[in-house]
């Protein structure tokens, strides 16, 4: 087993609470992990990434090989697409947010952004705001786009939920709960998309 | 024994903690800062009393740590490469001095320039004060290098300086811990001259050092940290340094075909370099950062052996590895996925919405309508991003406190007014004596130190002069009715240009202190308020 992920997002959007919670249930497994983050300069409002890498093998460098990874999880759409190389050509997954995080003047178009994403042969753009909203609260968004991204983490979705519960309990019982429902529908979006037209 | 998941940052400063640390002192920088915050959060640390507040700058947390040394006790000081600079006078000097208790600097190198203004590499600095240097390859190797490097500093009487890198720092993986070990016992060095420079010590102690160099090396060749792996292929041998390793065994998973030197540890071994260069015809040489071990091997006269890396172009000269650069260069076929770049532009850091710096600029932009561009000297912090627009508000960020000092050059060459932009933290560190300078000068030149109350760029950390800003610059001999405080806020605008327009006009030193939490740190203290 061996999965290398590429998480993507902007400072403060809570990839590295992704990474948080896949890292736990992969270290839960017995799993090697090598996890690398962002810091510094690049969390003012900037792009940032960070490399997560679980094998039943040791694993060696701390970074993803550009064209070696299984997933991209991106908690904004641009920035998931930034590191769109570093997918593994012809097997690799994109699954992202869907709402734009615009903090530039030359952000692009919406509608061709989001119909470039639709139109790779292996992606899921979820609207990840909104169905925090609906069944969670507006800061699960992470824990939303996780959960539409879990078939591919390559780890037992029970293994995921259970991390969630450990790494929210110190927030409290409500958090927790909010953390799965988010989880859960976005495992659920994630198993309708195709099935239904792609227009969430 | 335990298992933890520790940045290669975290592992140093968990390293040091049950190797018996007594200080950790540093001024923060990435990607430096987590070791120094990793000791102040941790809980043991804590309960065995061990020191960890930020130090004004690099020198001083450099010759805390050696007088901690003196003392008998355990001590690290953590810095970035470019503090390595700043604490260089009691870096170098302490080879001369030597250690009593265990004296680890650690150096935390940024090739690519993530979040630096160069990319130099520290491994020239152990070389160049002669002491055991070591690059750990790993976060376990990061542990383990504090326990052995400690063990190596007290049996030697020398510093030993640890050099990462940023993919180190910020990466993190499992790590076995050992036993603490107790922290030592005050003791001060047996000779009481030992650590007085004075010229006929000075003579006498730099010969013990050199005279130490040979038991260095064969450190180096003992040492677990350094290590040569067989391989079947012979036709190329390879030399793989600090996190190159990684990436070597990344691309081969079943083993590299190639005998491999490791090198982990210096001054580099010798005799294992002999033995690689017996075996194998061609050598490549794979290293983070600068061409430090292949310029070594190619020695002046060049061309005796038949070596590539860096210097030959099979690598790229500047920037950090990676598993592809690595995979390319030993011929391996790379499968690089497709680049989307239609609808992907790039997103520079910028200044917070809300940010009091945005409102100086604002301020200073204006006040200084009407005179030629390119006199502001700023220096390095979040204000920093003031050169990007829309502000384009600066004209130099070079070092830390650079800003001053090279607004007395510039005024003293006859560029009046110069204005220098620094912030407090920076003003701390670096920036008290350049305005002593200026004071002593009677330039005329502007400070505008910006007051936001942290070290905002790394993180937010307590800025050393908080509260102290305004009595530093009376102290320092600038006069009362020229130390200025304005609150830069939108409303405030208008007056604040007023007071900027006429201190700038003012023939002599002026300094304004725009005053303002950062809105980070702010929002920060808000949060741990409803906490508690
Ligand atoms: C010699 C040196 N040490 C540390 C750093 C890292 N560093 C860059 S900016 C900065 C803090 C600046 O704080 P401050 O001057 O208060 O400005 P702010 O970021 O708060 O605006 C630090 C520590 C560096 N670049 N050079
Ligand atoms: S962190 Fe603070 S000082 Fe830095 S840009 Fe944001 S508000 Fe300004």
């Known amino acids: 087993m061996k999965r290398d992920i590429i998480l993507a997002g902007v400072g403060g959007q809570g990839i590295l609470t992704i990474a948080t919670v896949i890292g736990y249930a992969a270290v839960e497994r017995g799993l090697f992990l090598k996890q690398s983050e962002v810091h510094g300069m690049s969390q003012r409002g900037g792009e940032v990434q960070s490399h997560l890498r679980i094998s039943d093998t040791e694993v060696f460098s701390d970074l993803v090989p550009e064209g070696g990874a299984d997933l991209i999880i991106g908690v904004e759409p641009m920035e998931s697409l930034r590191y769109y190389s570093y997918l593994k050509p012809g097997e690799g997954w994109l699954i992202t947010n869907k709402k734009p995080f615009v903090n530039i003047p030359n952000y692009p178009d919406f509608e061709t952004l989001w119909n470039r994403i639709s139109s790779l042969p292996r992606a899921i753009l979820i609207d990840g705001d909104t169905i925090a909203r609906e069944h969670a609260n507006a800061r699960a968004v992470n824990i939303v786009v996780l959960g539409a991204a879990s078939d591919h983490v390559g780890l037992p979705v029970e293994d995921l939920r259970n991390a969630i519960r450990v790494i929210f309990a110190r927030k409290g019982d409500a958090v927790v709960e909010a953390n799965l429902r988010a989880f859960d529908a976005g495992r659920a979006f994630a198993g309708s998309w195709g099935k239904v037209p792609a227009t969430a | ?304 052996k038949d070596i590539h890396g860096r210097m030959d172009g099979l690598l790229p000269r500047a920037g950090e590895l990676n598993p592809n650069i690595v995979g390319q260069a030993l011929g391996k076929e790379i499968r690089r996925g497709e680049s989307i770049t239609d609808v992907v532009v790039s997103r520079p850091p910028e200044l917070c919405k809300g940010c009091p710096h945005i409102d100086t600029f604002e301020a200073l932009n204006e006040a200084l309508r009407g005179y030629e561009e390119g006199r502001v000297f700023s220096d390095i912090g979040c204000y920093t991003l003031g050169a990007l627009p829309p502000f384009n508000a600066i004209n130099s960020c070079v070092d830390m406190g650079a800003s001053i000092t090279m607004a007395i050059g510039a005024a003293e060459a006859g560029l009046v007014p110069s204005i220098a932009v620094i912030g407090d933290s920076t003003f701390t560190h670096s920036g008290i004596t350049g305005l002593l300078d200026a004071v002593n000068a009677a330039v005329p030149i502007t400070v505008v130190i910006l007051d936001n109350d942290t070290t905002a760029m790394t993180g937010g950390q307590p800025s050393p002069g908080s509260g102290k800003l305004t009595d530093i610059c009376l102290g320092v001999g600038v006069p009362s009715e020229h130390i200025i405080v304005i609150e830069p806020l939108k409303k405030n605008h208008a007056a604040n240009v007023e007071v900027m327009k006429r201190e700038i006009q003012h023939p002599g030193v002026s300094v304004i202190i725009p005053r303002r939490e950062c809105i980070q740190t702010a929002a920060d203290s808000r949060k741990e308020a409803k906490k508690s």
């Open chain 2, 1 to 304: 024994m335990k298992r933890m998941m520790l940045l290669g940052d975290e592992a140093i400063a968990q390293g040091a903690l049950d190797a018996g640390l007594s200080g950790a002192y540093a001024y923060p920088g990435t990607p430096s800062t987590e070791i120094t915050e990793y000791v102040q959060r941790s809980p043991e640390a804590k309960a065995r009393g061990v020191y960890a507040q930020w130090s004004a700058n690099e020198k001083t947390a450099m010759e805390t740590a050696l007088g901690m040394s003196y003392a008998g006790k355990r001590a690290i000081a953590c810095m970035k490469h470019v503090g390595l600079n700043v604490a260089a006078d009691g870096f170098i000097n302490s080879a001369i001095t030597g250690a009593n208790g265990g004296l680890i600097v650690v150096a935390a190198d940024d090739p690519s320039m993530h979040s630096s203004q160069n990319e130099q590499d520290s491994r020239f600095y152990g070389k160049f004060a002669m002491v055991p240097t070591i690059e750990p390859g790993n976060q376990q190797e990061a542990y383990d290098a504090m326990h052995y490097g400690f063990d190596l500093s007290e049996k030697y009487g020398t510093p030993v300086l640890v050099r990462i890198t940023t993919r180190l720092a910020h990466s993190r993986s499992a790590v076995t811990t050992r036993e603490p070990r107790m922290q030592n016992d005050l003791r001060l060095p047996e000779n009481k001259r030992q650590f007085v420079l004075l010229p006929a010590i000075a003579r006498k102690n730099y010969q013990s050092l050199l005279g130490k160099q040979e038991a260095f090396e064969k450190e180096s060749s003992e040492s677990a940290f350094n290590r040569l792996i067989d391989g079947p292929d012979r036709s190329t041998g390879i030399v793989a340094a600090g996190l190159a390793f990684n990436y070597l065994m990344e691309i081969f998973p079943d083993g590299c075909p190639h005998p491999v030197l490791k090198v982990g540890q210096y001054p580099l071994p010798r005799v294992l370099v002999k033995r690689l260069f017996d075996a194998c015809p061609r050598i490549i040489v794979l290293e983070e950062g600068a061409p430090f071990v292949e310029e070594m091997l190619r020695g002046v006269l060049d061309g005796y």
